[in-house]
């Protein structure tokens, strides 16, 4: 087999495995209620408020 079939092979196995990463992170992302969304983002957001803010210089 010459270098370019393999580099191209190689090139769609990487192409298809990407697919099925984004595949599964999306399922994930929309098994989420509404409400488990809501709890998620009022976590997130009371976390945000007790870490210290990072000032920014106005000059």
């Known amino acids: 087999m010459r270098w370019w ?3 191209g092979m190689a090139g769609l196995a990487g192409v298809a ?3 099925v990463v984004l595949a599964r992170q ?3 992302r929309r098994a989420y209620t509404p409400d488990e969304i ?3 983002l009022h976590a997130r957001v009371a ?3 007790q870490s210290p803010a990072a000032t920014v210089d106005e000059s």
Do not use: H, Q
């Open 5 to 7: 079939k393999v580099a």
């Open 26 to 28: 999306e399922r994930r």
């Open 17 to 19: 495995a990407t697919g």
């Open 38 to 40: 809501r709890e998620r």
């Open 47 to 49: 976390e945000a408020g």
